[in-house]
């Protein structure tokens, strides 16, 4: 064994001329270390610190070696660099293990890849709505990841067969089984603008073929058909798809619809409209849609809670499978102004998981996202979860989404822009604002948007276990503006993420979660 001193000998001679090249031993049992190692540490009741620091001052080290090793107090765990990425150390505790980055093998600027996904499984698909081909703006396209043993993998890229301009193909995206769609709501259809479109793909073997796709019967322009997409191919109809079209006219100005398919031995076969009696204009029903099994679950963001006169307060309405129709089991209102109660949804069996994103914004006592549990035909709520929806960002000199620079500001987090869940585990992303992926308006503010991770522990309580963001996150990144989870596994849309110089060119964020 050597003193302490001469190992402080021995290091600064190091620092200095690189002169000493003698093993290190410290309180070893013999002598000498051992032959292998060039630093060997004995101790019974202590252990060795290495640097210890936050996600933003590992990001700040210059030219990072090939196996720097450090301990991120945000992440709580160990980080090594790769050579070219921080990377975690695997943990049998998945919970403590850091969310892997992924992005295309062709990342263009603007694309938007992760503007939507959804995940089942090993496989994922993610939208890039803003992808251009061919000369073709805002075309649009998707990709399938597959996580096979080396991780999380491109496995193909869909594109619509009939691709146009302004299609934003990828602006809605469902996955279950074998079975994808993904939705064109702005398509342009027999000289209707925006009248939409739904593409199917199935799985065979390691490709995803093109299986057909369904538009509305009758369908008239700005209608957005496709605008959000759900599958469920666990069902007691067999493989069935519900489509979102908010702006439907069938039963007045903008009330919206939901059209029902089921895919039979000659494909995908139009079933049911779905028009609640109790609609009113600019209720937009159908703007966002969950199913699991022979349970579905639609939302009408605009609709006026008319009991207290609450405006744009939301509603879902719950639909059970039967006879071979979707049968109205209840509706359950917002309870906020302006909250978009709806705005997500999520349904795992007998959980109902409901994002409001707007409610604290303008109610700060409010909760943005509600909890129900199904009690045989009763959905009862079970709780709320409320984040404090704004932060300081100490970002003097930094560039917003508008191009203008900030100092410190408050931020809108939008906490319930997006909900999921799966098993005893529910994510809900505050992406502090969004870019619709079907065109049209966008909204930003200055977070950088985090992901929430909740467990049930024992019966209804959810408990925060995980604040997940992005490895590099920047203003207006939208980290987290669409979410999936599916048997402990989950992805994190990154839309505005800057791939390799491409602006807005977009990730998304892979991870584990233990049941």
Not at 9 to 28: H, K, M, S
Request: proline share 3%; aromatic share 14%.
């Amino acid at each position: 064994m050597i003193k302490l001193f001469t190992l402080f000998v021995c290091f600064y001679f190091a620092a200095v001329g690189n002169i000493c090249y003698a093993q290190v031993a410290i309180n070893t049992t013999g002598s000498q270390p051992d032959a292998s190692s060039q630093l060997d540490v004995s101790s019974s009741n202590k252990g060795i610190l290495i640097p210890r620091m936050t996600t933003a001052g590992r990001n700040t080290i210059t030219s990072p070696a090939l196996g720097l090793l450090v301990f991120d107090t945000d992440k709580g765990t160990f980080m090594f660099y790769d050579g070219s990425k921080w990377k975690a150390l695997a943990f049998s505790d998945e919970d403590k293990a850091a969310a892997q980055s992924r992005n295309v093998d062709d990342p263009a600027p603007n694309a938007a890849f992760g503007s939507r996904v959804a995940i089942s499984g090993n496989y994922a698909v993610i939208g890039a709505p803003r992808y251009a081909t061919g000369g073709l703006t805002n075309a649009g396209a998707a990709y399938v990841f597959f996580k096979g043993p080396s991780g999380w993998k491109q496995q193909a890229k869909l594109q619509a067969w009939d691709a146009a301009a302004s299609d934003y193909f990828g602006g809605a995206v469902a996955i279950s089984g074998d079975y994808i769609a993904v939705g064109a709501a702005p398509k342009s259809l027999g000289g209707n603008s925006a009248q939409g479109k739904v593409y199917l793909y199935k799985r065979n073997g390691d490709s995803w073929d093109n299986d057909s796709s369904v538009t509305k019967a009758g369908g008239a322009a700005f209608e957005d058909f496709g605008w959000s997409v759900s599958l469920s191919a666990s069902g007691s109809a067999g493989p069935a798809l519900l489509v979102g079209v908010p702006y439907s006219d069938v039963a007045g100005t903008d009330k919206g619809e939901v059209q029902a398919f089921t895919r039979g031995a000659s494909g995908w076969a139009f079933t049911q409209s779905i028009v609640p009696g109790d609609l009113a204009a600019s209720d937009y029903f159908g703007a966002a849609i969950s199913m699991y099994g022979d349970y579905a679950v639609a939302g009408a963001t605009g609709q006026d809670n008319t009991t207290f006169s609450y405006q744009d307060a939301g509603a879902v309405y719950i639909f059970v499978f039967g006879g071979g129709v979707w049968n109205l089991q209840q509706k359950i209102s917002g309870s906020t102004a302006k909250g978009q109660f709806g705005f997500a949804i999520s349904i795992y069996d007998d959980k109902l998981a409901v994002g409001a994103p707007w409610a604290t914004t303008y109610n700060n006592t409010s909760s943005s996202v509600y909890l129900y549990k199904r009690t045989g035909a009763n959905w009862a709520n079970t709780g709320y979860l409320f984040v404090y929806n704004f932060e300081i960002v100490p970002g003097a000199g930094q560039i917003n989404a508008n191009g203008a620079s900030t100092s410190i500001s408050i931020a809108n987090l939008t906490f319930g822009m997006s909900v999921a869940l799966d098993g005893n585990t529910l994510l809900v992303g505050a992406s502090g604002g969004i870019e619709y992926p079907n065109g049209g308006s966008s909204y930003y503010s200055d977070a950088q948007g985090s992901v929430y991770l909740y467990k049930n522990f024992s019966g209804d309580t959810y408990t925060r276990t995980q604040i997940i963001k992005s490895d590099y996150p920047a203003i207006g990144d939208l980290f987290g503006m669409s979410v999936g989870l599916s048997d402990g596994k989950y992805i994190i849309s990154n839309s505005h993420a800057i791939v390799n110089g491409n602006v807005n060119a977009g990730a998304v964020y892979f991870g584990a979660v233990t049941q």
